[in-house]
């Protein structure tokens, strides 16, 4: 069974970086997609980034795009989220998610899908003060 676990989440400045973390484990094949996803209070979760497994394809919302890096440590299992030029609209939770094993470009999926994603964190909060 696929868990994923977040942590690096806190409290910012306007202007600051966070470094997010997510420690994969169960995964037993090679192709899949790992995301970040946030949902801020009253509002729908959103896509922020997704990488494909073991490569550097990645997929990035525009309203991060330029301010925050996705990457994996293949070696460590793990998944980052490095946020620079924060702003006080970054605060939410953020939540590490992850897929079933999938082919990297599929017409039906979209990498900033909540629903198609198959494995959730239990989130971390993230909130960046003005």
């Known amino acids: 069974q696929v868990q994923l676990v977040e942590s690096g989440g806190g409290s910012a400045q306007a202007g600051g970086s966070l470094r997010l973390s997510c420690a994969a484990s ?3 094949y090679s192709g ?3 995301g970040w996803f946030r949902q801020a209070p009253g509002k729908e ?3 922020v980034a997704a990488i494909y497994s073991r490569t550097t394809i990645t997929h990035y919302a525009a309203s ?3 301010r925050f890096t996705i990457s994996q440590d293949n070696a460590k299992n793990t998944l980052y989220l490095q946020m620079n030029s924060l702003k006080p609209e ?3 939770m953020y939540y590490c998610a992850g897929t079933v094993e999938r082919d990297v470009f599929t017409a039906s999926f979209n990498p900033a899908r909540p629903s ?4 959730w964190g239990q989130g971390t909060q993230v909130t960046v003060s003005s």
Do not use: F, H, I, Q
């Open 26 to 28: 169960g995964y037993t």
């Open 32 to 34: 899949y997609y790992l």
């Open 45 to 47: 979760r959103e896509g």
């Open 64 to 66: 991060v795009k330029g």
């Open 90 to 92: 970054d605060t939410a």
């Open 116 to 119: 198609d994603y198959n494995y």
